[in-house]
C-alpha cells in the first residue's frame, strides 16, 4: 500500500515539474495566450513535444489573417503551412498537431480562415521528399 501511495505521489510530482520546467526552456514568445496554456497544462506533452508545438503553433497562426492577404501571399501561406506540418510531423504525432490546431482554430472566423487556406491548398502541387525538415522545429 505504502509503494502505490509513494508511486502516485512520485508520477503526480514529476507531472506538476514538467509544468513548472517548461515556462523557464521553451519560448512561448509569439503564441497566444490561451494556446500556450494549452500546450504548458496538457499532460499528454513532453518537453520535446512542447518545444516543437510551440514552433507549430507560431508558424500555424499566421493563417488567423488569411482573409487579409493578396492571393500571391495566401498562396504561400497554404504552401508554408504544409511543409510545416509535414516536418513537424516528422518529429510528433499528427494526433497532437490537430489538438493544438483544434485549440488554435477554436473560434468560427479562425475555421473559415482555415476552410480557405484549405481550398487553395488544394490547387497547389507539393513534393514533400524535397522539402528539408532538418532546420526546422
Not at 496538457?42 to 518545444?51: E, G, H, N, P, T
Not at 495566401?74 to 490537430?98: P, T
Amino acid at each position: 500500500m505504502k509503494t502505490k501511495v509513494f508511486a502516485c505521489s512520485a508520477l503526480l510530482l514529476s507531472l506538476s515539474a514538467c509544468q513548472l520546467i517548461s515556462p523557464l526552456v521553451i519560448d512561448y514568445n509569439g503564441v497566444r495566450l490561451d494556446v500556450a496554456t494549452y500546450i504548458n497544462n496538457s499532460m499528454f506533452f513532453s518537453i520535446a513535444d512542447r518545444k516543437v508545438l510551440v514552433e507549430y503553433a507560431k508558424q500555424q497562426q499566421k493563417v488567423l489573417n488569411f482573409d487579409k492577404l493578396t492571393a500571391e501571399q495566401q498562396k504561400q501561406l497554404a504552401y508554408d503551412r504544409a511543409v510545416g506540418r509535414y516536418c513537424a510531423a516528422q518529429r510528433i504525432s499528427m494526433k497532437k498537431l490537430n489538438l493544438v490546431d483544434s485549440q488554435i482554430f477554436s473560434l468560427s472566423e479562425h475555421q473559415k480562415n482555415l476552410d480557405d487556406l484549405y481550398k487553395v491548398q488544394a490547387t497547389l502541387n507539393f513534393d514533400m521528399q524535397k522539402e528539408n525538415c532538418q532546420a526546422k522545429f
